[in-house]
């Protein structure tokens, strides 16, 4: 029968303090040194290769140890489908070393666990929705702000040619169609009507 594995995973900018700090920190839960998998987010690591390798090797029943939970992704989203990609889909465990209530590991301890790891979680996905609305709310807030001191968004209109004016007269008494008129402008077809309309 096989013995289920440990592996530990690090995601590091490059901090060489931090770096050897959480690398100690993984190898004295104890993770084996050959299934301690680590990214660098400068260099040639760009994309995880590690990550995705040491996830091709997870068989159910396998743990996975990581410093913080930041080592699963850039945000809350990224790290919640990451969350359920090793919990669900590979049915690994989790143990996250800074935050000791998510350990997804069996316990008699019923503050600890599935249960308590899944709590945590959807309070970070709630934190994260709160961060992303009010993200939103001041952008809106700075493009309000931005109108009314008059700044305008959006591609500048173009002017309006100054043989504009003949050029509608010739349309309007049939003598050219729309296209022709937009050609003669070097315009499109649809801006000249809306011109034509007065919109």
Same mark, same amino acid.
């Given at each position: 029968?096989?013995?289920?594995?440990?592996?530990?995973?690090?995601?590091?900018?490059?901090? +060489?303090?931090?770096?050897?700090?959480?690398?100690?920190?993984?190898?004295?839960?104890?993770?084996?040194?050959?299934? *301690?998998?680590?990214?660098?987010?400068?260099?040639?690591?760009?994309?995880?290769?590690?990550?995705?390798?040491?996830?091709?090797?997870?068989?159910?029943?396998?743990?996975?140890?990581?410093?913080?939970?930041?080592?699963?992704?850039?945000?809350?989203?990224?790290?919640?489908?990451?969350?359920?990609?090793?919990?669900?889909?590979?049915?690994?465990?989790?143990?996250?070393?800074?935050?000791?209530? *998510?350990?997804?590991?069996?316990?008699?301890?019923?503050?600890?666990?599935?249960?308590?790891?899944?709590?945590?979680?959807?309070?970070?996905?709630?934190?994260?929705?709160?961060?992303?609305?009010?993200? +939103?709310?001041?952008?809106? +807030?700075?493009?309000?702000?931005?109108?009314? @001191?008059?700044?305008?968004?959006?591609?500048?209109?173009?002017?309006?040619?100054?043989?504009?004016?003949?050029?509608?007269?010739?349309?309007? @008494?049939?003598?050219?169609?729309?296209?022709?008129?937009?050609?003669?402008?070097?315009?499109?077809?649809?801006?000249?009507? @809306?011109?034509?309309?007065? +919109?």
């Amino acid at each position: 029968m096989k013995q289920n594995a440990i592996y530990g995973y690090l995601y590091h900018s490059g901090d +060489k303090a931090e770096t050897g700090k959480a690398r100690t920190a993984l190898l004295n839960f104890p993770v084996p040194e050959k299934n *301690l998998f680590i990214d660098s987010a400068n260099g040639t690591d760009q994309g995880r290769p590690q990550y995705m390798n040491m996830i091709m090797r997870l068989c159910p029943g396998d743990t996975v140890i990581i410093p913080s939970l930041e080592n699963l992704g850039d945000d809350y989203s990224e790290r919640l489908d990451q969350w359920e990609l090793i919990t669900k889909e590979k049915w690994a465990d989790i143990v996250v070393l800074d935050q000791p209530q *998510l350990d997804t590991r069996p316990s008699a301890d019923m503050l600890s666990g599935d249960s308590a790891a899944v709590l945590v979680l959807e309070s970070l996905k709630s934190a994260e929705q709160k961060r992303k609305t009010a993200v +939103k709310r001041n952008q809106q +807030k700075g493009i309000r702000e931005a109108k009314d @001191r008059g700044v305008r968004f959006g591609r500048p209109r173009k002017p309006i040619p100054e043989d504009f004016p003949f050029v509608k007269e010739q349309w309007e @008494r049939h003598y050219i169609n729309s296209r022709e008129a937009a050609k003669r402008l070097g315009i499109a077809q649809q801006t000249f009507l @809306r011109w034509a309309g007065g +919109k």
